[in-house]
């Protein structure tokens, strides 16, 4: 109503449009009633909230669990007077005062004498930001008074609710057991699935299908199953750092926060209300990474409670989970490709050939003679597995070094400069600064009063341009952060290619094939295991033909081997075409609508050249 209102106002009759204003001047009037219950008090107003642009999310689509209700912004009631920023802040300021009054309850439950409701303390200073408001309201002038409010609210209370020192805790977890910083986590998580897979293959009830190694998808993994498989990987890495008191302490925090579980949906309906604008730079392709570590799709989640939900929502922790199985599916397949190497009994002429006296004699020569034929066929059929191998192990080694060398590191270093100053990025800049700082004091004793030669006057450690100090530093605001670490993550999410849907699939693909190519080498494996014991030691196993299974296991084989090579230069063809897309201009991430917010400029790749000419270093691209 007030919009059209507002449009009827543009008329050439006077007297209409006096009549407009003043109906438009009622309608703000109402609305200010119900934004002021909002913002100075926390709550929707008691008539019309079915109207009102905020609006109570309900309990089974909330991704937090903070204690206090989730609100949301209704996009359709949202008046167009309301800027996306001005409405973000409406909705912070709002969730905020709510956060403070349940901290103010708990401490209500503990001391009622001398307790005074939080959200009133600012009650007076708030409203007079509201009160300036005239009719009829400009866009600027709102965003103007819920700024004020914010900062006002930020200032004087946010900051010890939510300090920045719990923040950086926070992301620093995100960053080691997610972003996979931590390398041995990886490693640790991606081994304790596979042995617990091998296990249950073990079992007497999945004896008959060894052999069928595209049945591994019809496994069905119990909750308890996927728990255990992370209660073993804390174990794990609790051995690996005994003694250190700074791990031990970082992995007790991440093991309280972080839950393995099985995803109860492909993916999490976004929510219907648009937050801002910042929030369309979430748009991941729609292929999914989770299902890849065990049979089964699961989720890696971060429980976070008040009032770190005001710092990271829900749509965080859905990229966060989208990016950690994204990359633990490419250090999974680099793994499981190097591990091909470790059976030596496809690399080798194993057992050792007969010596002397047996080699001496024409039984021992037939023998010696039919083994080195056995062993020369293998090898031929090997070889184009092999090369296979090592060009898709090359290919994801450089492309999960290009991911968490440059792109990860990258971003994080950049976001942490912004978002706490004083806070080193680089590790050798204190050793520098303490060396420098040494070699002047040194420098100084020794000239004294030394005389300048240029200015005449004398050097003097007094000089305010010799002690430059430092600047002031305001603190960032909760909703700035919030907002500048959704720009953060958009910004990784592009540089590592999960918006585009080509590159996605082609990646899923090839991975897919990749499981496929090394469950068919352990099946050659074991095929020419059981012909060896037959024809060499006259072990026969009355089960299988030993001499038909190799030969369906090789031709299975290389038909993964084919499917492999396809999805390789699948894959590569559109490396090549990010490359060229995403080097044109020099603006990087701005070219992709990733820009910039209060002073934080996210990092920005200019293109992926270089892991192209690695690549064309090692004969893949085009080969």
Same mark, same amino acid.
């Given at each position: ?5 507002? *449009? #009827?106002?543009?008329?050439?009759? &006077? ?8 109906? =438009? ?23 019309? !909230? ?8 309900? *309990? ?18 949202? &008046?167009?007077? /309301? ?104 490693? !640790?998580?991606?081994? *304790? ?58 992995? @007790?925090?991440?093991? @309280? ?13 976004p929510p219907t209300p648009a937050r801002s604008s910042s929030d369309e730079h979430y748009a991941l392709a729609d292929v999914q990474f989770n299902d890849l570590l065990l049979s089964t799709p699961t989720t890696l989640s971060l429980y976070v409670s008040s009032p770190l939900d005001l710092f990271i929502t829900p749509r965080d922790l859905d990229s966060y989970t989208a990016i950690h199985s994204y990359l633990l599916s490419i250090r999974r397949g680099h793994l499981k490709l190097t591990h091909l190497w470790k059976r030596t009994t496809l690399r080798r002429d194993h057992p050792s050939p007969l010596g002397p006296p047996h080699s001496n ?9 039919? %083994? ?7 090898? $031929? ?25 440059? =792109? =990860? ?17 680089? #590790? ?21 009063? *030394? /005389?300048?030669?240029?200015?005449? $006057? ?5 000089? &305010? %341009?010799?002690? &430059? ?30 918006? @585009? ?10 991975? $897919?094939?990749?499981? +496929? ?16 014991? #037959? ?8 089960? /299988? ?18 499917? =492999? +090579? ?10 090549? #075409?990010? @490359? ?44």
């Amino acid at each position: 109503m007030m919009d059209k209102l507002r *449009e #009827e106002a543009q008329t050439g009759y &006077p007297d209409l449009e006096e009549i407009a204003l003043d109906l =438009v001047q009622v309608t703000e009037t109402a609305w200010l009633r119900q934004l002021s219950t909002w913002v100075l008090y926390g709550r929707l107003p008691a008539f019309g !909230a079915e109207d009102f642009m905020i609006a109570l999310v309900d *309990e089974g689509d909330q991704g937090v669990d903070s204690g206090t209700p989730e609100y949301a912004i209704v996009a359709g009631l949202m &008046p167009k007077l /309301v800027t996306s920023s001005a409405a973000s802040s409406i909705l912070f300021v709002g969730r905020s005062l709510n956060h403070i009054r349940a901290q103010g309850n708990t401490l209500s439950s503990l001391d009622q004498s001398s307790f005074t409701s939080p959200e009133l303390a600012l009650l007076p200073a708030h409203l007079r930001h509201l009160s300036a408001l005239s009719s009829p309201i400009s866009s600027s002038s709102l965003s103007s008074a819920i700024s004020a409010i914010r900062a006002s609210l930020s200032k004087n209370m946010l900051q010890q609710l939510l300090p920045l020192p719990k923040i950086l805790d926070i992301l620093s977890v995100l960053r080691d057991y997610f972003l996979l910083e931590r390398g041995e986590f990886a490693i !640790a998580l991606i081994t *304790e699935a596979d042995e617990h897979l091998k296990a249950r293959w073990r079992r007497p009830e999945h004896a008959s299908q060894d052999q069928a190694s595209d049945k591994l998808t019809a496994v069905l993994i119990k909750e308890g199953e996927v728990t255990a498989v992370l209660a073993r990987t804390w174990a794990t890495l609790s051995s690996f750092h005994a003694g250190d008191d700074e791990d031990d302490d970082a992995d @007790d925090l991440a093991r @309280d926060l972080i839950d393995l579980s099985i995803s109860k949906s492909p993916t999490r309906a976004p929510p219907t209300p648009a937050r801002s604008s910042s929030d369309e730079h979430y748009a991941l392709a729609d292929v999914q990474f989770n299902d890849l570590l065990l049979s089964t799709p699961t989720t890696l989640s971060l429980y976070v409670s008040s009032p770190l939900d005001l710092f990271i929502t829900p749509r965080d922790l859905d990229s966060y989970t989208a990016i950690h199985s994204y990359l633990l599916s490419i250090r999974r397949g680099h793994l499981k490709l190097t591990h091909l190497w470790k059976r030596t009994t496809l690399r080798r002429d194993h057992p050792s050939p007969l010596g002397p006296p047996h080699s001496n004699t024409s039984t021992g020569q037939a023998s010696l003679q039919q %083994r080195r034929a056995r062993a020369n066929a293998r090898a $031929r059929g090997m070889r184009k597995v092999w090369a296979t191998s090592s060009a898709a192990a090359f290919l994801l080694a450089e492309v999960g070094e290009y991911f968490q060398g440059q =792109v =990860v590191k990258g971003s994080w270093k950049t976001f942490l400069s912004w978002l706490d100053t004083s806070v080193r990025t680089d #590790e050798e800049a204190g050793t520098r600064h303490e060396t420098a700082q040494n070699r002047d004091r040194n420098h100084d004793d020794d000239v004294g009063d *030394e /005389v300048d030669l240029w200015t005449g $006057r004398k050097a003097s450690s007094s000089d &305010p %341009r010799q002690a &430059p100090s430092a600047p002031d530093r305001t603190p960032h605001d909760p909703e700035t952060l919030s907002r500048a670490h959704r720009l953060y993550l958009s910004s990784l999410t592009h540089a590592l290619f999960l918006t @585009d849907l080509a590159f996605t699939s082609a990646l899923r693909a090839f991975l $897919r094939s990749l499981d +496929h190519l090394v469950a068919c080498v352990a099946r050659v494996d074991a095929a020419q295991k059981t012909l060896d014991l #037959e024809t060499d030691s006259g072990v026969v196993d009355t089960d /299988v033909d030993g001499a038909v299974e190799e030969r369906r296991a090789m031709r299975a084989l290389l038909g993964a081997d084919e499917a =492999v +090579h396809a999805d390789l230069g699948t894959l590569l063809g559109r490396l090549r #075409e990010l @490359d060229g897309e995403r080097s044109v201009g020099s603006s990087g991430g701005a070219a992709h609508g990733v820009g910039e917010f209060d002073g934080f400029v996210p990092w920005r790749s200019g293109g992926v050249d270089r892991l192209c000419m690695k690549l064309d270093f090692g004969s893949f691209v085009g080969g």
